[in-house]
């Protein structure tokens, strides 16, 4: 995009694959360090933290990584589920991982280590959640920042387990199996091979690729990739997942540097077979307001070339 009298044009791009219509306009962003929005909740002192080693030696974990009395990650029942075995119009179960026993600690700060374990246990819950025949849809996803929905500043992240399949990941299966009967290969095969030349390329090192999408939603969209065409994070070897931690802690950590809060998420359809593992990370910089409400185009106002460039600096 070339400027017009020093303002960088907006353009319209569209995702057809996720049913995305984006106007990128980057002549109306700042420099991320203009910008404190890494807002948190009220924190509370780690003697009155749910999630301390004191305040959970009596709970009842699904899983301890570790030692009881020295854990490293613990998941946990969501107790203030969404979801519930307990409820009959809205069945699944609700889950907390907490991500390390160290208080006001981000996960951003944690060693690659506790980052491969993170994603160990992510594949450990999917697994064990999939073993209930009425689960069709298991989401993994974390909140980090105040802007970003979180509710406590111990770091964690949750597993949502339904039997309901949002019809926007229906859709988004459809048409990406609409692309593989056209063309006789994988729509994101075929995209990160793309990414990996050009100019939204942010690391590519290894099993895994990291790029900024065409049609970013979000200031900084990131989306991880398995170059290896694996169905869910259950199926990633080793060597994969040190691949991704060190990709995902790299990334969050230019998040963390530019004070910009985060989700980031990934969707798994336990029933069909063939999908191809991303996880998508959709920093919180900017708030949609009245035009991306009303009209449902969504307004960037960081182009994903851009994005690229600043998640290849050094820290």
Not at 154 to 160: N, R
Not at 174 to 182: K, L, N, P, T
Request: with cysteine; hydrophobic share 35%.
């Amino acid at each position: 995009m070339k400027k017009q009298g020093g303002v960088q044009p907006s353009e319209i791009r569209i995702d057809y694959i996720h049913d995305r219509s984006v106007i990128i306009a980057p002549g109306r962003s700042k420099r991320p360090h203009d910008f404190e929005t890494h807002s948190m909740p009220g924190g509370v002192p780690a003697s009155e933290c749910v999630f301390c080693l004191k305040n959970l030696e009596k709970v009842k974990a699904l899983e301890w990584d570790g030692p009881r009395k020295k854990w490293r990650l613990i998941s946990l029942k969501n107790i203030f589920p969404i979801v519930s075995p307990d409820f009959p119009k809205a069945y699944g179960h609700q889950e907390v991982i907490v991500e390390t026993p160290d208080h006001d600690v981000e996960l951003a700060e944690l060693p690659v280590e506790q980052f491969e374990k993170l994603i160990s246990m992510y594949a450990r819950r999917t697994k064990a959640l999939s073993l209930d025949k009425k689960i069709r849809y298991i989401l993994i996803f974390k909140n980090n920042g105040g802007r970003a929905g979180a509710t406590l500043n111990h770091a964690h992240s949750q597993v949502f387990a339904s039997t309901f399949l949002p019809p926007h990941i229906q859709d988004k299966l459809s048409r990406a199996q609409e692309y593989r009967i056209r063309y006789g290969r994988c729509y994101y095969c075929d995209l990160w091979r793309k990414e990996i030349k050009g100019p939204r390329r942010i690391i590519n090192d290894g099993t895994f690729t990291a790029f900024a999408p065409y049609a970013s939603s979000y200031n900084y969209e990131a989306w991880l990739i398995s170059k290896r065409h694996v169905d869910n994070v259950e199926q990633l070897t080793g060597e994969e997942r040190h691949d991704m931690a060190k990709m995902l802690k790299r990334l969050l950590e230019r998040l963390a540097v530019a004070k910009i809060p985060y989700n980031f998420y990934l969707h798994q359809d336990i029933v069909y077979p063939d999908e191809h593992f991303y996880l998508r990370i959709a920093p919180r910089r900017d708030v949609w307001a009245g035009l991306e409400l009303g009209s449902r185009l969504i307004v960037n106002t960081v182009a994903p070339e851009e994005a690229a460039k600043f998640y290849r600096l050094k820290k």
